[in-house]
C-alpha cells in the first residue's frame, strides 16, 4: 500500500473542479504545515542545534549475501502466503495473505537476526523515548505531506494513479474489507518495509561505501524502495522523496522507531482518505 493514493486522488479531484475548493485548501495547508516545519529545521541547523536527538548506529554486521537471503526469504514467506489462496480468490483474501507473509517473515527476520547476535539498537527497533519518536514523526508528516502532494499532482497528469487497495475498496467496502486495507497498510508494510529499507540496506550500504552522514545510503536504499513500487502509474518518483526523508530520519535517530511512525502515519491517511474516495454514493 502506498502512502500516496489519497494524493493521486485529491490531485484528480481538483483537477476536475469536483471539490476543488476543499482539495486545494487542502494543498495550501500542507505547504504551509510544510513551509512552517522546513523553517523550524533551517533556523536548529543555522544555530547549530539537533533537529533530531539521537545516536549513530553500529555498523551493520550483515553482508551482501545476507542481503539478499533475507529479501529471496522474505519475497518466498510471502508468495508462499498469498499461494494458500486460489488464483482467483478476491483480491482482498489474497491482500490479506500478504499482510500475513509480511509479518511472519517480519518476526522471522528479527528473530534471525537477535539468535546471530544482534541487539535491538542494532536492529533498530529500540528507542530512549517514545514521545520524542512520535514529535518526529507528527513533524516529519507534516514536513513532507505538502511537497509530494504537488508532485504527485502533477505525476498524476501524466499517468494515472493505479493501486489494487482501490480496486479493492471499490468491490467491497466492508467493516472487514476496511480492516484487511488497515492491517495491511497501517502495520504490516511500514514494520517489514522500514526494517528492510531503511535497517537492513540502508545499514549494509553505508557500511560498504561510508559517505558523508550517509548520503549514499540513503539515497540508494531510498531509490530501491521507490522502485519497489513499480506499476503502481508514476508513484515511484515521490517515493523515492519520501524514502530519502525517512532515512534521514532514521539515521540521525539511530533507530527505526520515528520512521516506522511516519511511514504509518501517512499510509493511514491514505485509508482514511480512499475509505471516503471508495464510499458508495447514497
Do not use: K
Not at 189 to 199: D, G, H, S, T, V
Not at 202 to 211: E, F, K, N, T
Not at 214 to 235: K, M, T
Request: charged letters at 10%.
Amino acid at each position: 500500500m502506498t502512502a500516496l493514493a489519497w494524493l493521486s486522488i485529491l490531485a484528480s479531484d481538483a483537477a476536475a473542479l469536483s471539490g476543488g475548493v476543499l482539495a486545494w485548501g487542502g494543498v495550501a495547508a500542507a505547504l504551509l504545515a510544510s513551509a512552517g516545519v522546513a523553517a523550524r529545521i533551517w533556523q536548529c541547523e543555522s544555530q547549530r542545534g539537533e533537529v533530531v536527538p539521537g545516536r549513530e548506529w553500529p555498523a551493520a554486521e550483515w553482508s551482501g549475501a545476507g542481503v539478499l537471503l533475507i529479501a529471496c526469504g522474505w519475497l518466498l514467506v510471502v508468495s508462499f502466503c498469498v499461494s494458500l489462496f486460489p488464483a482467483d480468490a478476491p483480491l482482498l483474501d489474497r491482500m490479506a495473505g500478504q499482510a500475513a507473509g509480511s509479518i511472519v517473515a517480519t518476526f522471522a527476520v528479527v528473530a534471525g537476526l537477535r539468535a546471530s547476535g544482534a541487539s535491538w539498537r542494532s536492529i533498530g527497533l529500540s528507542s530512549d523515548s517514545a514521545t520524542v519518536d512520535w514529535q518526529l514523526a507528527v513533524g516529519g508528516l507534516a514536513l513532507v505531506t505538502g511537497p509530494l502532494l504537488l508532485i504527485s499532482a502533477a505525476l498524476n497528469q501524466v499517468v494515472t494513479y493505479e493501486h489494487p487497495v482501490i480496486d479493492a475498496l471499490n468491490a467491497n467496502h466492508g467493516p472487514v474489507a476496511i480492516a484487511i486495507v488497515a492491517i495491511t497498510a497501517v502495520v504490516a508494510a511500514p514494520i517489514a518495509e522500514e526494517l528492510f529499507f531503511r535497517r537492513i540496506l540502508l545499514g549494509w550500504i553505508d557500511a560498504r561505501v561510508p559517505s558523508t552522514g550517509g548520503g549514499v545510503a540513503i539515497l540508494g536504499s531510498a531509490l530501491l524502495f521507490g522502485l519497489s513500487h513499480w506499476g503502481q502509474g508514476l508513484a515511484w518518483i515521490p517515493l523515492v522523496l519520501l524514502g530519502v526523508a525517512l532515512g534521514e530520519l532514521a539515521r540521525r535517530r539511530g533507530s527505526l522507531m520515528p520512521a516506522i511512525l511516519l511511514h504509518a502515519l501517512f499510509n493511514a491517511v491514505s485509508v482514511v482518505m480512499l475509505i471516503f474516495q471508495t464510499a458508495p454514493s447514497s
